[in-house]
């Protein structure tokens, strides 16, 4: 399973790209304007932190405007994967973006039938967003079994990006169910390290170790 990070913050995707298990990154209009920072030049700053796919965001609704502005945004790196919303106007352009081998990430997606949608029209990645389906009384995790039987039976290429996640659970059913990435928030990321049990452990061997006298090397 892929793991990409769900933020523009430059020094959080430095730090999870220095664990060596940063596979790329997403960002959406509201990690833009959180970071304060210029679109076009945090998008190249953070291309240049990792080879995986960096998601950058369309904002225009109309398919000649989509166009533009994705001409506009996969110059800026060849790792650059244009996101687009899941409506009629944001397939047509994940159709055409794809035909002409450019990588898509279609988002804002909240059911199986618009993940199929999506795969058809030849998306590289279909952004389910688990937490805010729970926030809104359904299973987001259903959503992504499903999404992977309609894949699965048949063989459609588009990957399942889980996205929308909001704790350690969520990235735990998501690599049972077979997602292929999940994007997280770092913070969410480094949760997955930590166990109250390792921490003890650890504890307990140091303070074991100190009675040895010795020191390695
Ligand atoms: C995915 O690409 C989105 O940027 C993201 O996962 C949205 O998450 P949120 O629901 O926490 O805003």
Redesign the pocket.
Known sequence: MKFFA?TAEIDEIKDLAATGLLDGV???P??IAKSGRDFMEVTKEICGLTDGPV?AEVVALDHATMMKEAEVLRKIADNVCIKVPLTVDGLKTCKALSNDGTMVNV?LCFSANQALLAAKAGATFI?P?V??HDDNGFDGMDLIEDIRLIYDNYGFETEILV????HVTHVLEAAKIGADVM?APPKVIHALFKHVLTDKGIEGFLKDWEKTGQTIG
């Open positions: 769900d997403t960002t959406n509201s990690l998601s988002t952004s967003f937490g805010r996205a929308s996640v909001r994007t």
